[in-house]
């Protein structure tokens, strides 16, 4: 007897695809790419149990299965509900999501700031895209929004709780990665707020990594804190000698200077391998670093506009003697210079 699993047909805005039982709508629709993957704000792969909360990946399903075809009469978390052979899904092409969506934007920005133009994240925030995409152009609301005082949490990360989303991606994140969690989500419903547990710092050697899974501006690095608009810098594929994580990281630089240190991420932003607070905080000089060349950043933000990649001669001049030569492999290097 073959041990070979049945696969299930899932069809998403008319493309079809075949995916393995226990494949969730939003994965397939991955598997598939382009315009008919939902949007996600809390869903984040590498940490398990994530999603389910902000509701962002709403689509809907035109057809529930090959065996029973009726429509699901709600719109469906894409992200927590698992395919079923001979399932339709419609993103893009339903009215009725794109109407959710709006919905949502609507109500994840009820309480945020217009902190944009003095925002870290701003060039690379989800809630950017999803306001540019799904955002009404004024508010609908009168009432005084709820507001925090931007906090220390450690001495590495700041809190602005008015940008949060509780997507609680950083939550699971410090479960997930650190040995002792420190913060969490306090209180419930509006009253719901991401703090310290008893002005404990959060210091663990990866909790930096909570910076990166934060898909707004809620959590951001005390040491590169208003130190360059994202879109000014060149970000950077680059490797250290590191025993406490693979070393691999993304360099953003100005000019030869480190302007800050991140986890490398795929194209949904999720991040491929951690690093630690060494190699995030604390080795802002290349002399740490070997350069392996430029780091193409596969999203539709405006980090992706700037076509400067082919540093080949560039990194021949900084004063490494270890940087590796670069593969020129990569079709996107389009002959700028990197500074
Ligand atoms: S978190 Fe995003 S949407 Fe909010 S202020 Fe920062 S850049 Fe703007
Ligand atoms: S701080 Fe960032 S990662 Fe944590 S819950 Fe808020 S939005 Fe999510
Ligand atoms: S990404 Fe699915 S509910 Fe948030």
Not at 145 to 171: Q, S
């Amino acid at each position: 007897m073959s041990d070979e699993v049945k696969k299930f047909k899932v069809t998403i805005d008319g493309q079809t695809v075949e995916v393995a039982p226990g494949t969730s709508i939003l994965e397939a629709a991955r598997q598939i790419g382009g315009q008919c993957v939902p949007p996600a704000m809390c869903y984040y792969k590498p940490l398990e149990s994530s999603g389910g909360r902000c509701r962002t990946c709403l689509v809907e399903v035109a057809k529930g299965s090959e065996a029973d075809p009726r429509p699901m009469p709600k719109l469906v978390a894409s992200c927590r509900t698992n395919v079923m052979d001979g399932m339709e899904v419609k993103n893009l092409t339903s009215e009725r999501t794109q109407e959710a969506r709006k919905g949502v934007t609507e109500l994840l920005l009820i309480n945020h700031p217009l902190d944009c133009p003095i925002c870290d994240q701003a060039g690379e925030c989800h809630l950017q895209d999803l306001g540019y995409e799904h955002g009404l152009e004024s508010t609908r609301t009168e009432f005084p929004r709820r507001t925090f005082e931007p906090e220390d949490i450690g001495p590495y990360i700041k809190l602005n709780m008015n940008r949060c989303i509780l997507c609680a991606r950083c939550v699971l994140a410090a479960n997930q990665l650190t040995e002792e969690r420190e913060h969490g989500i306090l209180f419930r419903g509006d009253h719901a707020e991401i703090s310290t547990y008893l002005n404990k710092a959060l210091e663990n050697d990866f909790i930096g990594n909570v910076i990166d899974v934060c898909p707004v501006g809620a959590l951001t690095d005390r040491t590169s804190r208003f130190a360059s608009r994202v879109w000014f810098t060149k970000p950077v594929n680059a490797t250290c000698s590191c025993d406490k994580c693979s070393g691999k990281a993304v360099l953003w630089m100005k000019g030869e200077e480190i302007i800050r240190v991140t986890a490398r991420k795929n194209q949904y932003d999720e991040v491929e391998e951690w690093i630690c607070n060494d190699c995030r905080f604390h080795k802002k000089d290349l002399k740490y670093w070997n350069i392996e060349g430029p780091r193409h950043i596969d999203r539709h933000s405006v980090i992706s506009l700037n076509h400067y990649e082919k540093p080949k001669d560039y990194f021949r001049e900084i004063d490494n003697p270890d940087a590796k030569e670069i593969s020129s492999s990569d079709e996107n290097q389009k002959g700028d210079k990197i500074i």
